[in-house]
């Protein structure tokens, strides 16, 4: 690649940039994850456990945050650390996907070494008993498929139902009553897709509710499972080409996604034959990782030193910035993925405040959570609809019934109205009423084309 091309920006990489063709693809590159989102014991892991593998380090780290998130929250009914926004509860709760390519992205890979980080191979009893560390979160491999299955797995179990299931298992450690704590790492996410497309699945309704407050309580007639005070993490894994016919269902995608941090995935390196970790190099770390878990699960409200609520200060606005398009409607929630980042990360540190290195951290993953997203969603709209109105207008204004016709007469009324007006409200759009002998005539223009008009005319 030529020093020229070299020194474009990311965004205008464009193939055929020096000829005149309005048609050029303009090219998307890869998010670049810096390591400034793996501070501290943190950093020391995924660079052990990517050191000899294929794994890429933004999947691994964002498992071992999910997966550390799972164990200090929840293991007693609303217990462990978290962080108010007015009157409303923040745990260090994390959903990802993790996005590949293809099935060689090795996304499976970055879940294996968390998963023997987690394991208490090399801890102690009487070191867990001392850090006050209770049975590890349940796991589960999924899939994912209905609220109500979600829900059955972090129900509130009676007593009966206790010992029927200890009698069942009687090898399963009992755990504490009222220890809702899962991790679900489900490496089918198409699967759960599919069942989006089932009449009265609620599965978009259950994730919602289980990543907003913990709680499931659905207007059921028939034996409705409610939940108080749960704490379900997920790990999801697709692939790039999976989720291109999954997106026929965009509703489905916008009524959840928005709940997930999506993290492109790539294998970093080839390496014929990875190596193990090595059990003197991974041993203090997870006999430090499970100290830190216990110290946190004694933690309760959770604040930002001066300081960092400075700097949240500054960051807030560029957060809080709106985007269109699907990719918007799947980052809108920036603000609250990063607190609940830095809440880990201060955890993951030994801190009982939220630090400035901490949610610095936060903000470099968050980053490259969004560049994955911009990535993986840029080019649709939040509803198909929106793609062939947008298009339609770029001949130029039309009234409402070219408009109509433009879209062949397909679409109500009532459909179509909403969507014009959202349009406008973004200012994508402009609409515009011509008095005329009857009714007005209603103007449908793109804002750009209108606005170039306008410069025309004014220079004229």
Not at 247 to 276: D, H, M, T, Y
Not at 335 to 352: F, K, V
Not at 404 to 411: D, E, G, M, P, Y
């Amino acid at each position: 690649m030529s020093s020229a091309i070299r020194g474009l920006p990311r965004a205008q990489l464009q193939i055929g940039a020096t000829t005149d063709d309005p048609d050029d693809l303009a090219l998307k590159e890869w998010p670049r994850f810096s390591f400034d989102a793996c501070p501290g014991i943190l950093g020391e892991f995924v660079r052990l456990a990517t050191r000899d593998s294929e794994a890429d380090p933004a999947a691994v780290c964002i498992t071992a945050l999910v997966r550390f998130g799972a164990e200090v929250y929840g293991y007693a009914p609303n217990r462990g650390p978290h962080l108010y926004v007015g009157e409303t509860i923040h745990p260090p709760r994390l959903f990802a996907v993790i996005c590949g390519n293809s099935s060689k992205a090795r996304k499976g890979t970055s879940r294996h070494p968390v998963t023997k980080l987690f394991e208490r191979k090399h801890c102690l009893p009487i070191d867990l008993k001392t850090w006050g560390v209770p049975l590890p979160a349940r796991e589960s491999g999924g899939p994912l498929s209905t609220g109500e299955g979600l829900a059955h797995h972090v129900r509130d179990e009676s007593d009966e139902e206790r010992e029927r299931r200890q009698r069942q298992n009687p090898a399963e450690p009992v755990r504490e009553k009222g220890d809702k704590r899962l991790v679900i790492m489900d490496e089918e996410l198409a699967s759960a897709f599919a069942c989006f497309k089932r009449e009265g699945n609620t599965l978009s309704m259950g994730i919602r509710c289980f990543w907003d407050s913990g709680d499931y309580a659905p207007l059921t007639k028939n034996n409705p499972i409610l939940v108080r005070g749960a704490h379900i993490s997920i790990i999801a894994h697709i692939t790039m080409q999976e989720l291109a016919v999954c997106l026929g269902e965009v509703q489905a995608v916008n009524g959840f996604g928005n709940r997930f941090l999506w993290i492109c995935a790539r294998r970093s390196k080839l390496v014929a034959l990875p190596s193990r970790m090595p059990d003197a190099e991974l041993a203090p770390l997870q006999r430090e990782l499970w100290r830190r878990v216990g110290q946190a699960q004694q933690r309760g409200v959770m604040t930002m030193t001066a300081n960092t609520l400075e700097l949240w200060r500054h960051v807030y606005p560029e957060l809080s910035q709106e985007h269109t398009g699907l990719a918007g409607s799947i980052i809108n929630r920036a603000e609250a993925q990063t607190l609940r980042l830095s809440l880990l990360y201060a955890l993951l540190d030994a801190q009982g405040e939220i630090e400035e290195p901490h949610l610095q951290a936060a903000l470099a993953m968050w980053r490259y959570a969004q560049d994955s997203a911009l990535y993986i969603f840029g080019d649709r709209a939040t509803d198909p609809l929106e793609d062939k109105i947008l298009e339609a207008l770029k001949t130029g204004p039309l009234t409402a019934t070219e408009l109509s016709s433009a879209l062949s007469r397909h679409v109500p009324r009532d459909r179509l109205k909403p969507l014009l007006q959202q349009l406008e409200a973004q200012q994508r759009i402009t609409i515009t009423k011509v008095k005329n002998a009857g009714r007005p005539r209603i103007i449908l223009a793109l804002r750009e084309l209108s606005e170039k008009s306008e410069q025309r005319r004014i220079g004229a």
